[in-house]
């Protein structure tokens, strides 16, 4: 005996609700299969659904899109950041700068390791930093740092730093509009559990064929077990005799 399953995704929740919504005024013998209110009810939530799921589509791909050229940015920006770390820490230990001079950038004065530049918040907050830190002690007559020189990093981390806020926020809007897709989940369910449910109930006393074939006309979905879709396949492959 087949059973049903609610569907498991929003394309076939999709699915479900708008064949039910086709069905909309579908009678047997006589009777409307479906209820006017649950038709109703159907249609209003399957369009607030469609648009909730657009939306997340929607916002789902200017991510995408940005995210391609953004990832370059951030580890231009990463590689630059972190090399000039390293070469003003190189020049500290040669002697040629004094070790003092790491309090304005924020840098321990008696670590010489990169800081953990992982998250592209890090990769942020310790660009404007370094960035600010070099300009104002050059700007006082100090040497720069060269390979990299500041202004090659405040290039490639002004790239990055450019989308970063804008990316930030396009991955906001991505995580709220799939809440509130996510959100109507639940409803979905609802809906088309009583859609099954009315039109099982409509031809329970049918034989099982013309059952099925009558309640998938209005979207509800079975599923066979192992050992029935097994005997299906035994059945299909018997030979048959001709007399």
């Known amino acids: 005996m087949p059973y049903r399953r609610l569907p498991a995704t929003d394309m076939a929740r999709l699915y479900a609700l708008k ?18 209110q649950t038709t109703q009810e159907a249609q209003q ?12 589509q929607q916002c789902y791909d200017l991510h995408a899109k940005s995210s391609k050229t953004y990832r ?4 231009l920006a990463r590689l630059y950041v972190s090399h000039f770390i390293q070469v003003l820490n190189m020049a500290i230990m040669r002697g040629e700068l004094r070790k003092e001079i790491k309090i304005p950038y924020g840098l321990p004065i008696d670590n010489y390791n990169t800081p953990d530049l992982t998250n592209e918040s890090a990769v942020q907050e310790w660009g404007e930093r370094i960035i600010k830190a070099e300009e104002e002690r050059t700007l006082n007559g100090g040497v720069p740092v060269y390979n990299p020189s500041i202004a090659k990093v405040k290039v490639h981390w002004g790239d ?30 609802d809906i088309i559990l009583d859609i ?37 396949q035994a059945d299909r492959n018997q030979p048959t ?3």
């Not at 064949?19 to 006017?36: D, F, H, I, P």
């Open 45 to 56: 939530f399957l369009l607030h659904f469609q648009r909730a799921q657009a939306k997340y």
């Open 19 to 36: 064949k039910a919504v086709e069905m909309e005024g579908y009678r047997e013998n006589g009777e409307l299969v479906l209820s006017y």
């Open 241 to 243: 005799i001709d007399f």
């Open 160 to 189: 990055f730093n450019e989308h970063y806020f804008s990316q930030r926020l396009l991955r906001e809007n991505v995580a709220k509009a799939l809440d509130e897709v996510s959100a109507m989940r639940p409803q979905a369910d």
């Open 196 to 232: 099954w449910n009315q039109v099982e109930a409509t031809y329970a006393d049918l034989p099982l064929d013309i059952r099925l074939q009558k309640c998938k006309a209005f979207g509800i979905i079975y599923y066979y077990r192992s050992q029935e879709k097994a005997k299906m």
């Open 72 to 75: 370059k940015e951030l580890q």
